[in-house]
């Protein structure tokens, strides 16, 4: 219950999100019990008889014990059941009546056979199957993962996506690929195939479920004006985390630095666990039943923006940094399994403190329907022209390459490509430049042969 200090500054602040005001009983008594549903399916509130939309008390108000009897028995007509008090205040000699509203845990509630929510000052009615399922999914009631899915087949699983998955996560195990799916849990309540299967398992995850895709754009300066180059990543989820962080580390600056014989330590000029973190964030969190967006990557001369569709649910949103709760369950407990994902709740401070340590600017983060995280560069690297910063890759590129072949003489090109970052294009670009001008030679075939530094 509150007290009179409390009902002040609630009448100071005036309607919102979290206070409705009633100047008397209204004719039809299920309009109160309408608000009360309201606060319950957004975050509680307070409902506040005896005063007007000026903020003021109105003179003579009384509610008698017919009307008490009324409002109780329609806040009890709320299904399920709501977590609310009503009470008497008298606040500056003024009487009035106070219904206290606490969030629901079990959403969604309603009220006349309908679903009320808090929207702002206003409370209103869901209409439409998109707004339901809003409610439902801010409620955590509906995750797009577990959601049953109809036109896969556990036959049409890859092979080659279950294989890069337990490898990554560590799994020994031979069983075959519908055993692997139901030991993960993966499916439905009666053995259904849930979404989360062809996320991860199939290339079907970018063409059947196309909002399920990384774009990544690269842009010239620090607007969105001159696009440099763009690629969207499809097919299963872990080969999207993959992929793009690979395009990544071919865009970014990397500084090399030796100490002694100690192995010598790549200084990036973002740092790899902060943009990884991001990452593994926006993919468990998005809100995949979005189908008009996609996570954006977007590289700026100055920055880094990741951002995916889905702002912060309510109760993330009231603990934020301190609380984590995914929209994608399912997908958060796979990146958990494959070591992506620490701990929950751990993302933002390890984020803060990975930026501190490289002696960076905080993460940003924007929150309003999008959830964007901005990652800003050491400013020592974004003062070289674009070209100066190619020609300055171009010189370390082929002495990684050499370290790299002078540890594994019989590293393939591919092999090379991937520890470097590159394509496998850039790759060859680089060795066959180096081969004639006679620094690097290959003996043997193929197969079994080997790298030589000349």
Not at 36 to 63: H, P, R
Not at 323 to 339: G, Q, V
Not at 393 to 399: Q, R, S
Request: glycine share 8%.
């Amino acid at each position: 219950m509150i007290d009179e200090t409390k009902a002040l500054e609630l009448i100071a602040q005036g309607e919102g999100q979290h206070v409705e005001f009633k100047e008397s009983v209204p004719s039809k008594v299920r309009e109160l019990s309408e608000e009360v549903c309201a606060f319950s399916n957004a975050s509680g509130g307070f409902v506040l008889i005896g005063v007007n939309n000026k903020n003021e008390f109105v003179k003579g108000f009384s509610i008698d014990n017919s009307k008490r009897s009324s409002i109780q028995d329609s806040l009890d007509a709320i299904q399920p059941a709501v977590s609310c008090e009503f009470y008497p205040l008298t606040v500056q000699g003024h009487p009035i009546w106070v219904i206290e509203v606490q969030e629901g845990e079990n959403k969604p509630y309603v009220a006349s056979g309908s679903i009320y929510v808090r929207r702002g000052a206003n409370s209103q009615k869901l209409r439409t199957p998109a707004e339901m399922r809003q409610l439902f999914e801010d409620a955590g009631a509906m995750h797009f993962d577990e959601a049953i899915n109809k036109w896969f087949r556990m036959e049409d699983i890859s092979d080659q996506a279950v294989k890069e998955f337990k490898e990554k996560a560590g799994i020994t195990s031979t069983a075959p690929n519908p055993e692997l799916i139901k030991n993960l849990e993966l499916l439905g309540p009666k053995g259904e195939m849930t979404n989360v299967v062809p996320m991860f398992f199939s290339d079907e995850c970018g063409k059947r479920i196309p909002q399920a895709v990384i774009r990544c754009v690269l842009f010239k300066g620090k607007d969105k004006v001159h696009i440099i180059d763009s690629k969207t990543i499809g097919g299963p989820i872990l080969t999207q985390y993959n992929e793009t962080t690979k395009w990544l580390k071919q865009r970014l600056a990397v500084e090399y630095i030796m100490d002694g014989f100690n192995p010598r330590k790549e200084k990036w000029e973002i740092p790899l666990d902060a943009i990884k973190e991001a990452l593994t964030n926006s993919i468990c969190h998005r809100d995949y039943f979005d189908t008009a967006a996609n996570i954006m990557v977007e590289l700026y001369d100055d920055r880094l923006e990741i951002t995916n569709p889905g702002g912060l649910l309510p109760v993330v949103a009231k603990n934020f940094g301190h609380m984590s709760k995914s929209r994608n369950p399912k997908i958060f407990e796979l990146f958990t399994r494959m070591d992506l994902v620490e701990k929950v709740g751990s993302g933002i401070p390890r984020m803060a403190d990975l930026m501190a340590e490289a002696g960076l600017p905080a993460p940003e983060y924007r929150t309003e329907g999008f959830f964007t995280t901005v990652l800003y560069k050491d400013q020592s690297t974004v003062k070289k022209t674009g070209k100066e910063t190619i020609k300055e890759t171009e010189k370390k590129t082929p002495e990684r390459i050499l370290e790299i072949i002078k540890a594994n003489p019989g590293i393939t090109v591919s092999e090379i490509a991937d520890q470097c970052g590159l394509t496998y294009n850039g790759a060859y670009y680089h060795i066959e430049k180096m081969r004639k001008k006679g620094i690097l030679a290959h003996r043997g075939g193929d197969k079994g042969g080997e790298w030589v530094i000349l």
